[in-house]
C-alpha cells in the first residue's frame, strides 16, 4: 500500500507540473514528446536487462544495487555541476547568497 502510494503522489506532482509549465506557455511540446519517448525506450530496454540478470544470478538485489549506484552517480553529477557553477560564480565576482524567489 505504501508503494502505491508514493507512486501515485509522484505521478500526481509531476503531472500538476507538466500542466502548469503548459499553461504557461514554458512548455516545449516537440522537446517533451521527443524525452517521453527516449524515457520510454530506455525503460523498456532496462526491464528487460535488469530481467535477465535476476534470472541469470537468482538475485532480486541486484535491483536495489543498480538503483544505488543510479542515485550515487545522480549525486556525483549533482554535485559537479554545482561546484562548477559556483566556480563560475567566484570568478565573475557575483553574489551567490539567497536571492529573491520571485524574479
Do not use: W
Amino acid at each position: 500500500v505504501a508503494s502505491a502510494t508514493a507512486t501515485l503522489g509522484m505521478t500526481f506532482t509531476a503531472s500538476i507540473s507538466v500542466a502548469q509549465y503548459f499553461l504557461l506557455n514554458r512548455f516545449p511540446v516537440p522537446y517533451a514528446l521527443y524525452l517521453t519517448l527516449v524515457a520510454t525506450i530506455a525503460a523498456y530496454i532496462g526491464q528487460k536487462i535488469i530481467d535477465k540478470l535476476v534470472n541469470i544470478f537468482q538475485r532480486a538485489s541486484l535491483i536495489i544495487f543498480v538503483l544505488s549506484f543510479t542515485i550515487l552517480i545522480s549525486a556525483i553529477a549533482l554535485g559537479g555541476v554545482g561546484i562548477s557553477h559556483m566556480i563560475e560564480k567566484i570568478q565573475r565576482n557575483e553574489y551567490m547568497g539567497f536571492e529573491d524567489l520571485c524574479y
